[in-house]
């Protein structure tokens, strides 16, 4: 197909458009959308002249928020009716999107990491062939920038396309597995969070590039344990137990470690969340075939107690159960506690790594320590029934009489069958 260039009018229009459009206050910015919209309409590959803007090719200076509207914008029509691109448009896209992951700007360069996934919304990935050897290109760079914005778009086509990526080229696919592994011991937080998730995404429907490194996976997870950063030791509950899920003849020779290294996490880490992900690994173990019933019974009354001791409600639900009960207003007090967790997570140094998990979302329906701990103890009891009453009925006891006084702390013994 012959290369598309964008005509100059047409270019200079699309940047007047984009201009009217970025001041929100502005009288004209509703007929401004309006017109951008009707032109949209009209002229099928407006898509390829927001992508000229959005990478710079464009004779003048053009803004950094200017062209992230740009990019934002080519991102929604991508998503919408990439069909309608010419062949050599689309290949246009595709060249200027993927020059953009290695922009100075960390958000121009999410950007096109977006654009990217909106690309693959209706498309495999043979038809852009250029893309796996530029992420993999990005990854081996000394270029800080195009390393981080390679890494950034793997997770993201790893989250939501995760079948497409793993079905890749085996020879395409490995170097940038290899990078992705090696990422784990990353200096960086962001890094060592992102290839985790890159990770765990692909476990369900494993490549044989990452089959290969399973054994030396699982070691260093189970030395990721003791990472400094919340968020890290989170992912490695979360992978831990998509193997075990997944995978579990892999964890078979390890199985004492990951159960000591799970109940540590569970018991003592100092980050709830980093709790709550720990405290879903035993419900997880529980529901598979082949589980070492005598090692796990070994640990049932330390386990049952923790479990016990995470069904507990936190001051901060407390807190909220008393505030629903006087409310007089239409704030929930849970969305503002949530957005004060928000707020202190984003003062940690895991805010460069953008966790999905972070949307707004109904508190009710949030998973909690409380619910991973109530689970777990549920699926203790449907697998060894009436072998857990023995160390639990003492701490049920304990917790009924303290219940008198304290109601919304008594812990309810799970279902013996």
């Given at each position: ?381 449907n697998r060894f029934n009436e072998k857990i009453m023995g160390p639990l009925w003492p701490h049920v006891q304990d917790r009924m009489q303290v219940g008198q006084n304290t109601q919304e702390n008594t812990a309810v013994a799970p279902k013996v069958s």
């Open positions: 197909a012959m290369a598309w260039t964008p005509e100059a009018a047409s270019l200079k229009y699309t940047v007047e458009l984009l201009t009217s459009c970025a001041d929100p206050v502005s009288p004209g910015h509703v007929a401004a959308l309006q017109a951008m919209e009707a032109y949209r309409a009209s002229h099928p590959d407006f898509a390829a002249y927001l992508a000229a803007v959005y990478a710079q090719d464009y004779p003048e200076p053009v803004s950094g928020a200017l062209r992230t509207i740009a990019g934002l914008q080519l991102k929604n029509i991508m998503a919408q009716q990439s069909s309608l691109l010419g062949e050599g448009q689309r290949a246009y896209v595709q060249s200027k999107t993927a020059s953009m992951l290695a922009d100075a700007d960390r958000q121009l360069r999410h950007t096109a990491a977006m654009v990217m996934n909106s690309l693959l919304m209706m498309h495999e990935l043979s038809s852009w062939p250029g893309l796996l050897p530029t992420l993999r290109q990005g990854l081996e760079s000394q270029d800080p920038n195009a390393s981080e914005g390679c890494l950034f778009a793997v997770d993201l086509i790893a989250q939501d396309y995760p079948n497409k990526l793993a079905g890749a080229d085996a020879g395409m696919l490995e170097p940038i597995m290899n990078q992705v592994l090696q990422r784990t011991g990353s200096s960086n937080v962001a890094q060592r969070c992102h290839s985790l998730s890159i990770i765990t995404n692909l476990l369900p429907n494993i490549p044989a590039c990452l089959r290969q490194h399973m054994a030396q996976l699982i070691g260093v997870l189970l030395t990721m344990c003791q990472d400094s950063s919340d968020r890290v030791r989170e992912l490695v509950c979360d992978c831990l137990d998509t193997i075990v899920d997944m995978h579990p003849d892999y964890a078979k020779s390890n199985f004492e470690t990951i159960i000591n290294a799970m109940l540590h996490l569970t018991e003592h880490d100092p980050s709830v969340r980093v709790r709550r992900a720990a405290a879903d690994f035993w419900g997880t173990l529980c529901m598979q075939t082949f589980i070492p019933l005598d090692l796990l019974e070994a640990k049932l009354p330390t386990l049952l107690t923790v479990l016990l001791n995470g069904m507990q409600y936190s001051q901060e639900e407390i807190d909220t159960i008393h505030a629903d009960e006087g409310a007089d207003s239409g704030i929930n007090p849970a969305s503002l506690n949530k957005k004060a967790e928000k707020l202190a997570q984003e003062a940690d140094d895991e805010e460069e790594f953008d966790d999905e998990d972070d949307e707004e979302g109904d508190p009710e329906a949030e998973w909690t320590l409380r619910k991973a701990s109530a689970n777990g103890l549920d699926e203790l009891a």
